[in-house]
């Protein structure tokens, strides 16, 4: 599969790196060209502009600030339409300090970036830190992580679990887009968590339980 990453940060290095090893064709497009290049020698993929990652997938990984993506999809062609036959993974938290949801009360990250581009959006990723996602595989004592998907494209999705599967990972179908707020919402309620030295796993009994 061909994949552009947006962004040549610690998700970018993270899934990249990832996907090169189970064979994918990857691109790096950064707004820093020594950067781009850097992380493409290290990974073993091309690199290139925020336009040649654009170019490069038919499937583009947005590992951007979300505050940064409708402007940067902007300038690259969302409003003209040359974005529409991307299937774009969006793994962004729009979280603030304080661990606060700087999209609460509007339409969550992924459903704000369906309108802006009117590509397809599938949300994954995001639940986890980047060290988690370079574990080969990322699984721990319950088994592989699973990887909640949202979103309204059948074909979009099967080519996502696919990506999820080849980390190692095990794809875990959670509703249409609009259900990617509730999954926002939930990773910055993780995120506090964490950061208070809380573990969420105490949090959750056995599926028979709680459906009694
Ligand atoms: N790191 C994690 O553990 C983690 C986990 C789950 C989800 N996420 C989400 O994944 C996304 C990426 O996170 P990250 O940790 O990879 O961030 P990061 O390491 O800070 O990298 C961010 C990347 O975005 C680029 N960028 C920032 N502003 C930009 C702009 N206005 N125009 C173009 N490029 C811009 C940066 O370019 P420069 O290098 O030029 O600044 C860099 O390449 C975020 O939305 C984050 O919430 C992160």
């Not at 790196?17 to 950067?35: C, E, K, L, Y």
């Not at 679990?161 to 509730?182: E, F, K, N």
Request: aromatic fraction near 6%; glycine fraction near 14%; hydrophobic fraction near 45%.
């Amino acid at each position: 599969m061909r994949i552009g990453i947006l962004g040549t940060g610690n998700m970018a290095d993270a899934l990249g790196t990832q996907w090169i090893r189970a064979g994918h064709q990857v691109m790096f497009g950064g707004r820093s060209p020594d950067r781009a290049r850097a992380l493409g020698r290290r990974a073993g993929g091309a690199a290139g502009t925020l336009a040649d990652a654009v170019a490069f997938g038919p499937v583009i990984l947005l590992a951007l600030p979300f505050d940064a993506v409708a402007g940067v999809l902007t300038e690259l062609g969302a409003r003209d339409g040359t974005l529409g036959d991307r299937l774009l993974i969006d793994c962004t938290n729009a979280v603030g300090p304080g661990f606060v949801l700087t999209t609460a009360g509007g339409p969550g990250a992924a459903r704000t970036i369906a309108d802006v581009t009117g590509a397809r959006v599938v949300k994954a990723f995001n639940h986890l830190p980047d060290a988690v996602w370079r574990l080969t595989p990322p699984a721990f004592a319950d088994g592989p992580v699973a990887v909640p998907l949202c979103g309204d494209d059948e074909e979009a999705l099967t080519t996502v679990a696919t990506l999820v599967r080849d980390l190692g990972c095990v794809p875990l179908t959670a509703g249409g887009l609009d259900r990617a707020a509730y999954l926002e919402a939930t990773t910055a309620f993780l995120i506090g968590l964490w950061h208070s030295g809380h573990d969420p796993r105490t949090l959750l009994p056995p599926v028979e339980a709680a459906t009694a």
